[in-house]
């Protein structure tokens, strides 16, 4: 008697729910929270949007040798509906040899249908591991979530737009940061809370250090407003000019990859398709031609302004406002006026 | 170092990254009919390999790609920049293969050497289709440790300590070989191929193989509905002064 009522039941409100949930009747997604320092970061807020767009459900994974806080956070967000906290010290760094396969654990413990993570550095080396064990595919650096298995995103640095429909059962995705807004922090917390099914650590590696550079300025790849250089800045000493603009407008510094290849900057400040992926309110080049390579991590900023002397540098062509004038002259003059 | 390496360096022929790529009429991919080279990150990826066979005499570069006919050119370079030895997986039309299908020819073709590879260095990700997946799936399929976008790679003996690029700066991990490595773009200067060297290389063997051969199924797991060109910016202005550019970013634009 029982089974049949809710049999007639689960008859009833099934096309209720397929009507709902268009496009994604039972999404399950399980979002990877990448977090430093007790901080979530790395596109994390980004990629639930994404994640919400799916119209199903959103399951945090919170991996690390300390997790409870940081899981405590994501549960705050908007979209979040269940939160796994994995703790152990091989989570700590986040090596993919170990967080690989929890992440197939937990496919199969909870059948999750997406997998989702930032496109960043902790992102791009886990996901593709991940996707192999499961003999999925995997779709990288998304932009668009057409459906729950249509995604769209950048190729050819980003001078062609895919549309792609991924066939396999579980879709394994990361998710460009700057195409989706971040999530915000709604609710007190108060979701359910699982700890994750031990997982197999092979322990291949070994973490050994990091030099990360420090910087009072905004995180460029979230920074709202980003100045870079480029080889016309001639040398590194010279980026003070641009530091002094960046700390009057509360901007982050960027460079293009001739200034970053010449030794004027850290590598770290890279704007371009193999640096970092930038979209802020206004970007103002310095110094730098335009080469396809860097506008292919720029050219989704609002507001793009280019100060050059070359009046036929390629630039041009994308800035909203552009100056010909000499860097040296211009950009002083410009930190004066501000 | 002491013992004699095995490295496998596979390399992908992609549209040279000078070319402006076009989408086609029929918005299905990009105008191919333009100049292709080797992807810049196997350049890096085949010096890397030939830098550790200079200090290391007896290891054996083996360079490796999965395409149509035309990736013999590809191969050619690698063995013209001094790879000893080179493998074409000759696939009818490469359009459609993907990283997880390239990842399982590669694990094939490995586990079916006598002498079996002691480390693949692959470039971080092909410029065209930017997926940054293969090297990370190939190391998942073997089962071994994966040391992505390198910027710096000390190998000793069997122990390997790479020095990554992350956001924020550089980690350094260390991992024992067998391995695999995905090269970053300050991990070297690659080297031109000298004309005696592409001379050379003419006469060094390319090992055909076919997907069948190493019982793979390529077929793509993704399917590329439309291809588009990405939304065209409004065409800017030029402003004459500071005063003008502050100007109109405050009140035009009201970014400041």
Request: proline residues 4%; neutral net charge.
């Amino acid at each position: 008697m029982l089974t049949t009522t809710a049999a007639r039941i689960a008859l009833k409100t099934r096309p209720l729910a397929q009507r709902f949930y268009a496009t994604a009747a039972g999404a399950n997604a399980l979002l990877f929270v990448e977090h430093k320092d007790g901080a979530i970061g790395g596109a994390t807020l980004n990629a639930l949007t994404a994640a919400s767009k799916l119209g199903g459900s959103v399951t945090a994974l919170v991996a690390g040798d300390a997790p409870e806080s940081v899981a405590k956070e994501i549960a705050k967000y908007a979209g979040v509906s269940k939160v796994i906290t994995a703790s152990d010290a091989a989570y700590a760094k986040a090596l993919p040899e170990d967080v690989a396969p929890l992440l197939v654990e937990l496919q199969k413990k909870y059948n999750f249908t997406h997998l989702i993570a930032g496109h960043t550095a902790v992102g791009k080396n886990i996901m593709p591991r991940a996707a192999a064990l499961m003999d999925v595919a995997a779709v990288s650096d998304i932009t668009g979530v057409e459906g729950d298995d249509t995604f769209v995103r950048p190729i050819y640095a980003g001078n062609a737009i895919a549309t792609v429909k991924s066939k396999d059962g579980v879709k394994v995705i990361t998710v460009r940061g700057t195409a989706f807004e971040a999530a915000q922090a709604s609710g007190d917390g108060s979701v359910e809370q699982e700890a994750a099914p031990e997982a197999e650590k092979p322990a291949m590696t070994q973490w050994l250090s990091e030099e990360i550079q420090k910087s009072d300025r905004p995180d460029l790849g979230s920074a709202r407003r980003v100045i870079s250089g480029g080889r016309g800045m001639k040398n590194g000493d010279n980026f003070k000019l641009l530091y002094a603009l960046a700390d009057k407008m509360n901007a982050a510094v960027g460079a293009s990859r001739a200034a970053v290849d010449a030794g004027f900057v850290d590598n770290s400040l890279q704007v371009g398709q193999t640096g970092k992926i930038v979209a802020p309110e206004l970007y103002i080049a310095v110094g730098i031609s335009g080469a396809i390579q860097h506008l292919a991590g720029m050219k989704d900023s609002k507001v793009i302004v280019a100060i050059n002397k070359d009046a036929d540098a390629p630039i041009f062509q994308v800035a909203d406002y552009g100056l010909v004038d000499d860097l040296f002259k211009a950009v002083p003059e410009l930190t004066e006026k501000l | 170092m002491s013992k004699s390496l095995r490295i496998f360096v596979p390399v992908k022929r992609v549209i040279d990254f000078a070319v402006k790529v076009r989408v086609n009429a029929a918005k299905t991919d990009v105008d191919r009919n333009v100049k292709h080279s080797m992807n810049p990150f196997d350049e890096i990826a085949v010096e890397e390999a030939i830098r550790i066979k200079e200090k290391q005499k007896t290891t054996e570069v083996v360079a490796i790609s999965c395409g149509s006919a035309k990736a013999q050119e590809t191969l050619r370079t690698a063995l013209a920049m001094g790879a000893d030895s080179a493998v074409h997986v000759e696939v009818k039309d490469d359009s459609t293969l993907q990283p997880l299908a390239v990842a399982k020819l590669l694990k094939a073709y490995a586990e079916k050497q006598e002498k079996k590879p002691d480390l693949f260095i692959l470039g971080k990700q092909a410029i065209d289709d930017d997926s940054n997946q293969t090297g990370q799936m190939l190391a998942g399929l073997l089962k071994w440790p994966q040391t992505t976008f390198a910027s710096k790679v000390e190998i000793e003996n069997e122990s390997l300590k790479v020095t990554r690029e992350v956001d924020g700066g550089l980690e350094t991990i260390a991992t024992k070989l067998p391995a695999v490595i995905t090269t970053d773009l300050r991990l070297n200067e690659p080297r031109y191929a000298s004309l005696p060297n592409i001379m050379k290389a003419k006469k060094k063997p390319i090992v055909k193989i076919t997907p069948e051969e190493l019982g793979v199924d390529i077929s793509p797991r993704i399917e590329t509905l439309k291809v588009e060109e990405p939304a065209k910016r409004s065409g800017g202005s030029k402003v004459e002064s500071v005063d003008d550019l502050v100007n109109k970013l405050k009140s035009e634009a009201k970014v400041l």
